[in-house]
């Protein structure tokens, strides 16, 4: 089993600056793609921003400029820097990760982690 733990959510002002972080544990054998997606209150999930193994990464036009998302391999982390933080960002932002897990036979599963809530106040 693959938990997927994030942190670093909270209460910020527009023009503000917030830093996720999401760290994958358990039986990992390695970790394909990652990325940070969000849910706000009565709206349908969306991708902010995946990034491969590769380092190859895929960002929504709605935050593209504004945040940055890295990964440490050896932590098995996932970072989202978010700077100019506007009232819209505010969500709950999800953690996912495609894992191929350590065990027999190998096979790669779709994890989400539990969400942390962006609160940005105008």
């Known amino acids: 089993q693959v938990q997927l733990v994030e942190s670093g959510g909270g209460l910020v002002q527009a023009g503000g600056s917030l830093r996720l972080s999401c760290t994958a544990s358990g039986s990992i054998f390695s970790i394909n793609a990652m990325g940070w997606y969000r849910q706000a209150p009565g709206k349908q999930r969306e991708l902010v921003v995946t990034i491969n193994s590769g380092g190859t990464t895929i960002y929504s036009d709605s935050v593209k400029g504004r945040v940055t998302i890295s990964r440490d391999n050896a932590k098995n982390t996932v970072y989202l820097q978010m700077n100019s933080l506007k009232p819209e960002d505010t969500a709950v932002y999800y953690c996912?990760?495609?894992?191929?897990?350590?065990?027999?036979?190998?096979?790669?599963?779709?994890?989400w982690g539990q969400g942390t809530q962006v609160t940005v106040s105008s």
């Open positions: 996912n990760a495609d894992v191929r897990g350590s065990n027999w036979p190998p096979t790669t599963r779709n994890y």
